[in-house]
T-cell receptor, first 116, second 114 residues
Framework: AQKITQTQPGMFVQEKEAVTLDCTYD???????LFWYKQPSSGEMIFLIY??????QNATEGRYSLNFQKARKSANLVISASQLGDSAMYFC?????????????FGTGTRLTIIP | DAGVIQSPRHEVTEMGQEVTLRCKPI?????LFWYRQTMMRGLELLIY????????DSGMPEDRFSAKMPNASFSTLKIQPSEPRDSAVYFC????????????FGNGTRLTVT
């Protein structure tokens, strides 16, 4: 079974609109971390936001927020007031303490295109 | 602060040649990861070190791939002999231990094997 599932291979959004990128995860561990990364066309991987499994509130970082629904095992990224520079690949990832193996497992990504 | 430094940025080599990719993690980070990114397979973890010790190498494709971390500030990923199917972007990343610590990625090495 996939640990991280991103069901939207591509999305087109009008500039200045909000956008939600979907992510569901699968784990039986009560303690885990969820991350979102941005990969622009230049190729670098940029860390955006983190949500811990025990965090009571949804994480926010500037225009980025994470809609964390633990019972549904979803961690959707919300980008408010989208900008042309938001066009990129976005990856959801999970890190869990699997007997000391704390590797980060990535989803397949969503390609976001902002339309002027 | 300097981020994760990878070299070279680009490598073009012929099939059968040895390739060595290098990585300098962020000072103080005790976990280091090598990932490979391709269109077909996405981001795959090749190997993960913690405190210079390999913890998970289940993603290393085969015996042609090897990775070392002789000290806390340096790691190498070697492919010998290289094959065209090894063409990909190879990322090195580092972090502190703990599931709340984000990975910080280098800019990657784009490897082309002809």
């Amino acid at each position: 079974a996939q640990k991280i599932t991103q069901t939207q291979p591509g999305m087109f959004v009008q500039e200045k609109e909000a956008v939600t990128l979907d992510c569901t995860y699968d784990t039986s561990d009560p303690s885990y971390g969820l991350f979102w990364y941005k990969q622009p066309s230049s190729g670098e991987m940029i860390f955006l936001i983190y949500q811990g499994s025990y965090d009571q509130q949804n994480a926010t970082e500037g225009r980025y927020s994470l809609n964390f629904q633990k019972a549904r095992k979803s961690a959707n990224l919300v980008i408010s007031a989208s900008q042309l520079g938001d066009s990129a690949m976005y990856f959801c990832a999970m890190r869990e303490p699997d007997f000391g193996n704390e590797k980060l497992t990535f989803g397949t990504g969503t390609r976001l295109t902002i339309i002027p | 602060d300097a981020g994760v430094i990878q070299s070279p940025r680009h490598e073009v080599t012929e099939m059968g040649q040895e390739v060595t990719l290098r990585c300098k993690p962020i000072s103080g980070h005790n976990s280091l990861f090598w990932y490979r990114q391709t269109m077909m397979r996405g981001l795959e973890l090749l190997i993960y070190f913690n405190n210079n010790v390999p913890i998970d190498d289940s993603g290393m494709p085969e015996d042609r791939f090897s990775a070392k971390m002789p000290n806390a500030s340096f790691s190498t990923l070697k492919i010998q002999p290289s094959e065209p199917r090894d063409s990909a972007v190879y990322f090195c990343a580092s972090s502190f231990s703990g599931q709340n610590s984000p990975l910080h990625f280098g800019n990657g090495t784009r490897l082309t094997v002809t």
